[in-house]
């Protein structure tokens, strides 16, 4: 059995900006393992982003836990949560979230100058991860001069350059035509494989959805079932 990277039991979530509490998520359990590769699909508002919130402790549970790498969330303070989530995740989202007045090469290195690795070694490191999404040659360039395909990519870099145990990708081809949707799928899976990072993502491209090792489906704060595809 591969090491347990990221592990959720029983997770329950509840919105209480109505006059009548809303419950988000349903007694929600998942177990992500060394190099998996994990699809969840659903209708919007079904409780995907949240439950990614929860994984990535950005957020808490009203019950249940989550354990990234043997360590709850829940018992540490938000600086630790921090530290923790920048020892072992990546995170993708939608829209590229990267610094407009930095170079591509600077926002990758980000991460690593947070951990205070050292200038010197943080740019090589975010150029060898530039390379690996095919981006050796827009180092300097700043993301208004870059396609949104070219973007995309740049963020992946930035959630891998740390070698993290577990990317969430929260619908990270959304914004993207489908040329450059499929450019960014190949290269999910291709650093999926070869890095042996886990991917726990979020998307309505059902393309992307079949090539995963288990797709989840969400419906009404519930994850339901999991199937093993052939890759």
């Given amino acids: 059995m591969s090491e347990t990277v990221l592990e ?32 969840i699909v659903g209708s919007s508002g079904s409780g995907k982003t949240t439950l990614l919130h929860l994984l990535g402790g950005l957020a808490l549970p009203v019950s249940g836990e989550v354990r990234l790498m043997g360590q709850p969330f829940s018992q540490l303070s938000e600086r630790d949560r921090g530290r923790l989530r920048n020892l072992h995740l990546g995170f993708v989202y939608q829209f590229h979230h990267l610094l407009p007045e930095f170079s591509a090469l600077e926002n990758v290195a980000m991460p ?9 070694a943080a740019a090589r490191q975010a150029k060898e991860m530039l390379g690996e999404v095919g981006l050796s040659a827009r180092l300097e360039h700043k993301p208004a001069e870059l396609s949104g395909g070219e973007r995309q990519r740049v963020a992946l870099a930035r959630a891998l350059v740390t070698r993290p145990a577990v990317v969430l990708a929260d619908e990270p081809t959304g914004n993207l035509d489908q040329q450059n949707a499929n450019a960014v799928h190949e290269l999910i899976i291709k650093l999926n494989r070869q890095l042996g ?18 797709l989840l489906t969400m419906c ?6 999991a199937t093993v595809q052939s890759q």
């Fill in 220 to 225: 009404d704060g519930r994850l339901n079932g």
């Fill in 112 to 120: 690593l100058l947070i951990r205070e690795v050292a200038p010197e």
């Fill in 8 to 39: 959720a039991r029983s997770l329950r979530q509840v919105f209480s900006d109505f006059a009548t509490p809303a419950e988000i998520l349903h007694e929600i359990s998942l177990t992500v393992y060394a190099g998996d590769f994990v699809a």
């Fill in 197 to 214: 990072i886990s991917f726990v993502i979020v998307t309505h491209e059902q393309a992307l959805a079949e090539r995963a090792s288990r």
